[in-house]
C-alpha cells in the first residue's frame, strides 16, 4: 500500500480491496481524523446514487467534546436504564433460518474472539456497552431521515453509509456502522437538536483502528456465491 500524502495517511487502494477489506471496527486510536479528511469521505459518499436523485439522507458529525459528552449521557442511560428501543424494527420480531443461524455465528464469533462464554452475562453486557462510547471512534455520525419519506430513501441512505465505509478506507481509516446508537434516539434527538420529524436510523464511528487490539481480529464470514445468487439460464414459458 502506498502512502501517496505522507499527513491524510492517503494510500492507492483498489475498490476491490477497499470493499473486499472493510471491516467492522470495534477499536481505535485516539487520534481524530481532521475535519476536513471527513468532510472529503462525506462528499464523496454524497454522490451515492438515490431514486430520482432525491438526496434523502442527513447526518450529524461530531468529536471532541461533544463527542465525550454523548458518550456520557449514552452510557449513562446503559447504566441506568438499560438497553433503549429504535423507533422502527431492523430486525424480524420472531427470527427464523437461515438468518438465526448467521446471526448466532456473528455474536458468538465477536463474543470467542474477546474470551467471552456463554454464562459470562457481565462480559457480554461490557461487550455490548462499547457501542455507547462509539467503540473508542474519536468521530461518530448519526444517520437521519424525513419520516415522510418511504422505504426506497432507506435504500439510498444505506447506499450513502457504504460509500463513507469506503472512501474512508483511502485514507486509512475504519469505521463501526451502528444501529445500537438508534436505542437512545431521544437522547440523541435533544442532544444534537434533531428535528422530530426525521427519524435516526443509525449511527457511525470513524477512526483510525487499533490493529493491535484483539477485537479488530475478528472476521466475520460471508455466504458462497450459490447460496444468493440465482443465474438464470432458462425462462419459464411465457403465459399465453
Ligand atoms: C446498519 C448496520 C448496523 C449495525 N449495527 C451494529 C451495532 O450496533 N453494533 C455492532 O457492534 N455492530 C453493528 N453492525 C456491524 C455488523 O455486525 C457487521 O457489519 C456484520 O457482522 C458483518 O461484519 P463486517 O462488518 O465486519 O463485515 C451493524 C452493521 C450495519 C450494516
Not at 486510536?29 to 442527513?58: D, F, H, V
Not at 438465526?100 to 455465528?105: D, F, H, I, N, S
Not at 437522547?187 to 477512526?207: F, K, S, W
Request: hydrophobic share 35%; charged share 25%.
Amino acid at each position: 500500500m502506498n502512502d501517496a500524502s505522507g499527513s491524510t495517511g492517503e494510500r492507492s487502494i483498489t475498490v476491490e480491496e477497499a470493499i473486499r477489506g472493510r471491516k467492522s471496527t470495534r477499536a481505535f486510536l485516539k487520534k481524530p481524523a481532521p475535519r476536513e479528511l471527513i468532510a472529503r469521505i462525506l462528499t464523496t459518499a454524497g454522490r451515492a446514487p438515490s431514486g430520482s436523485n432525491i438526496q434523502p439522507w442527513k447526518v450529524f458529525v461530531f468529536d471532541g467534546k461533544q463527542r465525550d459528552e454523548i458518550a456520557a449521557d449514552l452510557l449513562q442511560r446503559y447504566d441506568t436504564v438499560g438497553e433503549g428501543a429504535r423507533e422502527y424494527e431492523y430486525y424480524p420480531t420472531k427470527w427464523y433460518e437461515p438468518y438465526l443461524t448467521r446471526r448466532r455465528a456473528c455474536g458468538w464469533g465477536l463474543y470467542t474472539t474477546m474470551g467471552i462464554t456463554r454464562d459470562d452475562k457481565a462480559g457480554m453486557h461490557a461487550q455490548r456497552r462499547q457501542n455507547y462510547e462509539f467503540f473508542g471512534a474519536p468521530t461518530a455520525m448519526i444517520f437521519t431521515l424525513d419520516r415522510q419519506l418511504e422505504k426506497g430513501s432507506w435504500l439510498d441512505t444505506g447506499m450513502f453509509i457504504q460509500s463513507i465505509m469506503i472512501a474512508a478506507r483511502q485514507f486509512g481509516l475504519e469505521t463501526i456502522p451502528q444501529a445500537a446508537l438508534a436505542n437512545y434516539h431521544e437522547v440523541l434527538r435533544a442532544r444534537l437538536n434533531i428535528p422530530d420529524g426525521e427519524i435516526v436510523i443509525c449511527g457511525m464511528g470513524i477512526g483510525y483502528p487499533d490493529t493491535n487490539a484483539k477485537v479488530n481480529s475478528f472476521t466475520t464470514e460471508r455466504e458462497p456465491l450459490e447460496n444468493f445468487v440465482t443465474w438464470v439460464d432458462a425462462l419459464k414459458p411465457a403465459k399465453d
